[in-house]
């Protein structure tokens, strides 16, 4: 074997094989197999992992192959966002087949790879199918945790959008798991574990294949982009990429002692390729129409919400950094009569306060296609900006709307025309909606744009760029609703779930998507928004406990955080409850911190956690629920796993209610009892 040192690098060659090192995790190209193996400093290891193309109607491996080499001397340092690193390339050739090149960086400090396929020939050709990295069942799996454990262990399932009330999932072995863009595997009572995911998304679909056939191993994985089905929303196969070089996205494979951190870095290494939206107005707080009066939107609700806010909450602590408050159009703003639109954009301006509204770019909600397009004199119909099929037919509906075409230079006129209205009409707020229309795979007008996720980008820079305050010489927040998780970087928060209203069984929904995606807030998005916080009722509900209606708040100030209102205030009860709840000035600084709060476990399935927890200001804020609307219980929290040391011993405050109290020195547990439906903010100190 002979060893060499490039800077704070160690490279190994011997026969056969060839390894970097970064003293936290090595890398060794099997020159004779033509597989991957990682092994990290901490003791996991991955093995057996190899790259796969589609090639016509086949699909070609890199251990298939029989030429497999590392040329030492093209081994380059690199130096990037990510710090100083190096970068090399493992490549596997076969006579008549494109070259698989699998480029490998490894950075100074980080516990992760970064891997990307590059499948090239002399001749053009086209894929619309990448695999950076799969491997198969071997003896003992293709991931050792390097504990010798037999605990459980769990698949992360993220999904690609946030439509159709899907739900995150955390699944036990055995089980077979398809998580879009990012996975963690991990076990459940250590956390140690694995991350791997995607870290560039300017073209592909990824999906990461997890299965475990059996309690104690995982016996397949594979990174696979190009992907179309049920869950991206597609009806049609994902676009191929034509040329004689064709490169899958960036891949991190990590490995850590608390899958969180992983997590946690791997939201971190998305935001350093492609930042979150920039924002420096605080964290947005108000009121957004749709769940107060739904349909029933009118001036009088609109205007009521504005005088409500500005007379009992903005001087009494609900109001955002600046002492302002948005309040917000939903769908349905035309049922306002002329004239009463602008009269209510200006009341809320009158009040201190900021007006928002609503659109759904990509989005027709017509039923015949040939209906001419707004502000066009009928000279451009529908039907020639939809996105199509390979028949030159529009797709089927999502929805209840057909997708339109974001590179169609006539469906960008149209977006532009209604964003130059928006700000005309002096809103400063606009929540997008059905975005996953922009993103599903078609024959584009742009015959560049190949790809679902290449006109979703194309699309939305068009947006980010209209909007801009360079653009507009003011800030403007943009809101996605419905919307794919990546790409990101064009919008300021994003709703966590689908919608979430007042209910106890909407805070435990809202929350399984803060369970498993709590790292999304301030990397790909500057906020999570967890949507409709609704304190007494609403209009597609019964009223709910005030119980019930805490909790809600409560799940949205830990969420981190977008905070809008959705009750109709002129409802008595809603509105005592406002002026009791939204006024508790430690609970609303908390909120206006804009941090999202950690689960304390991810062993709940296709459920919520109900054990949260943020440290900060000289102590721990730990959030506890009961999701049981018709039993109390007893909740014993361990402090352990919300990181609080009790040997000194702790003083605990309860944010709703202002008690304090004292635990004894040396306590390992905290019992607190929940009535139906009830949750508590407690600092432990």
Excluded at 237 to 250: A, E, F, Q
Excluded at 625 to 653: C, H, P, Q, W, Y
Excluded at 666 to 685: C, N, R
Aim: proline share 4%.
């Amino acid at each position: 074997m002979m060893t060499t040192e490039m800077g704070q690098f160690k490279l190994e060659q011997a026969s056969g094989t060839f390894a970097a090192d970064n003293g936290l995790l090595k890398v060794t190209a099997n020159t004779e197999d033509g597989t991957l193996a990682l092994a990290w400093k901490s003791g996991q290891t991955m093995t057996g992992f190899y790259a796969e193309a589609r090639v016509g109607g086949a699909v070609v491996r890199s251990s298939w192959y029989g030429g497999h080499a590392v040329q030492e001397s093209l081994v380059q340092e690199v130096e990037d966002g990510f710090g100083k690193g190096i970068r090399f390339s493992f490549e596997h050739t076969e006579p008549g087949k494109p070259s698989l090149k699998q480029h490998i960086r490894l950075y100074q400090g980080l516990p992760y790879a970064l891997i990307e396929l590059e499948a090239a020939d002399s001749q053009e050709w086209e894929t619309n199918e990448l695999t950076p990295l799969a491997s198969y069942l071997n003896d003992n799996g293709v991931l050792d945790f390097g504990d010798g454990s037999k605990e459980e262990i769990r698949s992360l399932f993220i999904p690609f959008d946030n439509d159709k009330w899907v739900r995150f999932g955390s699944h036990a072995n055995p089980s077979s798991v398809r998580s879009y863009e990012v996975t963690a595997v991990y076990r459940a009572e250590s956390r140690r574990g694995f991350v791997i995911g995607s870290v560039t998304h300017d073209t592909w679909k990824t999906a990461i294949d997890v299965e475990g056939t059996f309690t104690e191993a995982i016996g397949r994985l594979r990174v696979i982009s190009g992907v179309s089905d049920l869950q991206t929303r597609d009806t049609v196969p994902h676009g191929s990429l034509r040329g004689t070089s064709i490169v899958s996205p960036t891949i991190l494979v990590g490995a850590y002692d608390d899958y969180r951190e992983g997590m946690e870095a791997y939201g971190k290494a998305n935001a350093i390729i492609q930042p979150a939206l920039s924002w420096s107005g605080g964290v947005p707080m108000g009121w957004n129409s749709w769940s107060a009066v739904m349909t029933k939107l009118d001036y009088d609700v609109y205007t009521h919400t504005s005088d409500f806010f500005a007379k009992e909450l903005q001087p009494n602590g609900f109001a955002d950094q600046e002492g302002s408050l948005y309040v917000n159009f939903d769908a349905f703003s035309d049922n306002l009569k002329e004239g009463e639109l602008e009269d209510a954009v200006r009341r809320v301006k009158a009040n201190g306060q900021k007006p928002g509204t609503y659109y759904t770019p990509f989005a027709f909600w017509g039923s015949n296609p040939d209906t001419p397009v707004e502000g066009t004199n009928g000279a451009v119909l529908y039907r020639e900006i939809l996105l199509k099929d390979g028949a030159g037919n529009p797709l089927p509906k999502l929805d209840g709307a057909f997708p339109i075409d974001p590179t169609h230079p006539e469906a960008i006129a149209r977006i532009m025309r209604k964003l130059d209205d928006v700000v005309a009409a002096g809103f400063e707020y606009l929540k997008m909606d059905f975005l996953a229309h922009g993103a599903m795979e078609g024959v584009h007008h742009d015959p560049s744009v190949r790809t679902g996720i290449q006109a979703y980008n194309y699309g939305m820079a068009a947006i980010a760029e209209a909007l801009s305050p360079e653009k507009l010489g003011r800030p403007f927040l943009i809101n996605l609703s419905i919307a794919p998780l990546f790409p990101h970087g064009y919008a300021h928060s994003r709703r966590v779930s689908c919608d979430a209203f007042g209910m106890i069984g909407d805070t435990e929904y809202m929350l399984n998507a803060l369970t498993y995606g709590w790292w999304i807030s301030d990397n790909l998005y500057r906020f999570n928004d967890p949507d409709h916080i609704v304190l007494y009722k609403s209009d597609n509900q019964r009223a709910t406990t005030e119980h019930e209606g805490r909790s809600r708040l409560s799940s949205g100030v830990i969420s981190g955080t977008s905070l809008l209102l959705g009750d109709d205030y002129r409802l008595e009860e809603a509105a005592e409850r406002a002026k009791a709840w939204m006024t508790n000035r430690e609970v609303m600084a908390l909120a206006r911190r804009g941090e999202s709060f950690r689960p304390a476990e991810g062993r709940s399935g296709m459920g919520g956690e109900d054990l949260y927890s943020l440290t900060g200001d000289g102590g721990t804020w730990v959030a506890v629920f009961n999701f049981d609307g018709e039993n109390g219980k007893s909740k014993a929290i361990d402090l352990s796993r919300v990181g609080i040391d009790g040997a000194k011993g702790l003083t605990v405050r309860d944010l709703w209610s202002g008690e304090s109290y004292s635990l004894k020195p040396g306590a390992s547990e905290h019992t607190v009892e929940l009535e139906p439906a009830e949750s508590k903010l407690l600092f432990y100190i």
